[in-house]
């Protein structure tokens, strides 16, 4: 009852079991923290005044606050008063809640220390570091510093990821004025050749200057709001003492349609920094916007070269392979096999703690246009929908999923099964491989002892060979007619035999359809290389054994001895690497639900009888088309999901994202409210950089934002929702994104 009274108003909030629990577990996990770190945390204590009321502690965790300085910190503190229910009129007989004292936490990613600030109410206001070992240390104006970038990166890059999920989580704007940006500008210069202590995506194995969170987070900035003049200001600096910068120089000018300066800014870093990967990609991206893929093929393979530990250095040939059609299928699936693959780490985040109460206010202005968050049987769907294991990718292994899928969209599964066997070494040709070898050093050793009872020996099905004793007239049980049976061939006439080279008869009832499906590699060696070869080549080098019928062998026996086959050869196969088989098991997954659902909506429309699905499976089939590439009819099943009466965001957002891609000004607005809504209601108020933001800068270089404007007005929104969409516009005016004058 105490902490209903104390929560505030429309602040989410997780109150504590102990007093200051929060703050203890933070500091015991700042040692596990290895990049940005987690979102910044804000505890504080409520009591009423009054003896024998027990202090309440409480706690949420927000990003972009201002952190430049104690002062704005603690004024956000400080709001937090104002957020309290005042019940504290002569009528009520409930005692007033009160803040007395706050402290916020805001994790240094640059030089691994937790800056905190205390503030007491009335009282004052004191600063310090955190370091590793929980000891404190005076707060220096260069930890300010990176404190104040540290939060940025993490408001901007932790702003739209789905993946990243926490309770009680508030997401407020980090930027929200043009001085403010050129002061984040300012900074992140100062501290550009420290990025790389940031970390870096997870595709990237080594951070560098050029590939960090830093830059990462400045691009998608800019980039997403289409300004990018101002990161090629900040990086025409840097370039001037960092020549390998010119690579992001060369992608903001690309930007901005500065083709010709970008193309001279390439071609002068070329020659400074000729092995920089990154400089390399920027030319291949370049080369296949103007479908010049010839080109492109060539740079990807000197990156490739420049760099062979980092995947996306593969991914970006596989890349270029594909764009080649047809003609370089089989290269590009030796590609994707030689990419190296990285353990995924998911970003930081704070250790879960038991809490007394957890309020997540409700704002019911905004939530009138959302259905009831409760589980209903829309939430429900079928267990092999659910258990498909491709959703669960990340990182590098569902970058290399998309790139499996890509390839399956453009050649056809039939088709990737016959390159996949042309290239890697299938299970049954290992097993044939085995079974020659050992009958190599069988006959070898027969040859040296001359004994009676090896001249017969079988060669069971997993490649095993064992000699067949002379007096025994019947097969054995265990041995199949899949099984590998040499046969005499000769005898003089007193029944002696001389031994001879064990002839091999493969049974016709081998199992021939194997290699057309997916079948594995039993790898005794790994061998990694991207490098092409011919289809004739393996062809010729790839020799199977031939398969005797049963007709045939008596012709053989009254023949000269038979001669041993040509030995079997994997010169110029690969093995398929455990991960990428793993991927075609998913592949294959994937494809015979979405081959069953879309054989069930065929067949349905033939009789003309409604296809019914929950809410959850339209969603999980949507995914699932995307995965596949299925465009459109992913987008029909997100648009099935909103006729389900379903608490989720998903459909909202995909189809959003689609009709802004159209340019579909009516239907982009109206998902566009609902997604703001349920954005809103999980405690996102910040307006960009946000999914929504993009899809009305795309429709704002198409339509303008005068238009957008006036269908929104048209729309008869109610004041709140209109108040929320209304700021998206207000920050392309602030800001003079594309689109804003017209």
Same mark, same amino acid.
């Given at each position: 009852?105490?902490?209903? !009274?104390?929560?505030?108003?429309? #602040? ?27 979102? =910044? ?32 910190? &603690? ?7 104002? &957020? ?54 005076? &707060? ?45 500008? *300012? ?87 000729? *092995? ?6 920027? *030319? ?55 990419? /190296? ?30 259905? =009831? ?36 969209? !453009? #050649? ?20 044939? !491989? ?66 001879? #080279? ?15 499906? #997916? ?45 041993? /086959? ?84 998903? /459909? ?48 704002? *270089? ?38 804003? =004058?017209?």
């Amino acid at each position: 009852m105490a902490e209903a !009274q104390a929560a505030f108003k429309e #602040i989410p909030e997780i109150f504590e079991t102990e007093l200051v629990e929060s703050l203890t577990a933070r500091t015991e996990s700042l040692s596990t923290f290895r990049e940005l770190g987690p979102p =910044d945390l804000c505890h504080v204590v409520k009591n009423t005044g009054r003896s024998g009321q027990r202090d309440l502690g409480s706690y949420h965790f927000v990003s972009g606050v201002d952190a430049s300085s104690s002062a704005s910190l &603690a004024a956000y503190i400080n709001s937090l008063t104002y &957020a309290l229910e005042d019940s504290s009129a002569w009528f009520s007989k409930s005692p007033a809640w009160k803040v007395r004292n706050g402290t916020f936490c805001c994790f240094n990613a640059f030089s691994r220390v937790d800056i905190r600030v205390d503030v007491k109410i009335p009282g004052g206001v004191s600063a310090y570091v955190i370091d590793l070992r929980g000891e404190r240390h005076e &707060a220096t104006p260069e930890i300010w510093q990176e404190t104040y970038v540290s939060a940025i990166l993490r408001a901007i890059l932790y702003s739209d990821d789905p993946t990243y999920l926490l309770e009680a989580y508030r997401k407020l704007d980090p930027i929200t004025t043009p001085e403010g940006e050129i002061r984040f500008l *300012q900074a992140a210069e100062a501290l550009f050749m420290k990025g790389w202590q940031v970390g870096s995506d997870p595709e990237i194995q080594v951070a560098t200057i050029v590939s960090n969170h830093l830059t990462a987070a400045i691009l998608k900035y800019f980039g997403d709001s289409g300004r990018y003049q101002q990161a090629a200001n900040l990086f025409e600096k840097l370039a001037a003492r960092e020549p390998e910068v010119a690579s992001l120089l060369a992608k903001s000018y690309i930007g901005m349609n500065e083709e010709v300066k970008a193309v001279q800014i390439m071609a002068n870093a070329m020659r400074q920094t000729p *092995q920089s990967y990154t400089l390399l990609h920027v *030319q291949c991206d370049f080369l296949r916007s103007k479908s010049k893929y010839e080109y492109a093929l060539k740079l990807a393979r000197q990156a490739v070269n420049c760099a062979p530990s980092e995947f996306v250095t593969w991914e970006k040939l596989t890349e270029l392979y594909m764009d080649l059609k047809q003609y370089e299928s089989r290269q590009a699936l030796l590609t994707l096999n030689s990419c /190296p693959m990285f353990t995924f780490n998911g970003r930081d985040a704070h250790r879960s703690l038991t809490a007394a109460k957890v309020s997540l206010p409700f704002s019911r202005s905004i939530g009138d246009i959302l259905p =009831d968050r409760q589980k209903t049987e829309d939430d429900e769907a079928d267990p092999a929908l659910q258990r498909l294991p491709a959703p669960g990718l990340r990182g590098t292994w569902s970058r290399a999923y998309s790139l499996l899928t890509r390839l399956v969209s !453009q #050649i056809g599964w039939d088709e990737l099964l016959k390159t996949r066997s042309s290239v890697f070494v299938m299970e049954e040709e290992y097993r044939m !491989q085995k079974a020659q070898n050992e009958i190599q050093q069988f006959v070898a050793q027969t040859n040296g002892t001359r004994e009676p009872d090896a001249r017969r020996v079988i060669v069971h099905e997993d490649g095993t060979v064992v000699p067949s004793h002379r007096t025994s007239t019947s097969i054995p049980d265990d041995a199949s007619t899949r099984g590998i049976i040499s046969k005499d061939s000769s005898a003089d006439v007193n029944g002696s035999q001389e031994p001879s #080279i064990p002839m091999i008869r493969v049974s016709t009832e081998s199992d021939r359809e194997r290699e057309e499906n #997916i079948s594995r590699a039993v790898p005794p060696k790994i061998h990694i290389n991207g490098e092409a070869e011919t289809e004739n080549d393996i062809a010729d080098t790839i020799e199977k054994p031939a398969q005797a019928a049963a007709g045939e062998e008596k012709e053989e026996e009254s023949e000269l001895p038979a001669v041993a /086959p040509e030995p079997f050869s994997f010169g110029n196969k690969r093995l398929c690497e455990r991960w990428l088989d793993n991927l075609f098991m998913m592949v294959l997954q994937d494809l015979r639900v979405w081959t069953i659902f879309r054989a069930e909506v065929a067949h349905f429309k033939t009789q003309h009888v409604a296809y019914r699905k929950t809410g959850f499976e339209w969603e999980i089939l949507g995914d699932l088309g995307l995965r596949l590439h299925h465009k459109e009819e992913a987008k029909e099943a997100y648009q099935r999901c909103l006729d389900s009466p379903r608490y989720s965001v998903k /459909p909202w957002l995909k189809l959003m994202e689609m009709y802004a891609e159209e340019g579909d000004i009516q239907r982009s607005i109206q998902t566009a409210i609902r997604v703001a809504a349920y954005q809103y209601a999980d405690y996102t108020e910040m307006t960009f950089p946000t999914q929504i933001a993009r899809a009305f800068l795309k429709l704002g *270089q198409i339509h303008g934002h005068a238009k957008i404007s006036f269908t929104l007005l048209r729309m008869g929104l109610p004041e709140p929702i209109l108040k929320i969409m209304d700021s998206y516009m207000q920050y392309g005016q602030v800001f003079k994104i594309e689109g804003y =004058d017209f």
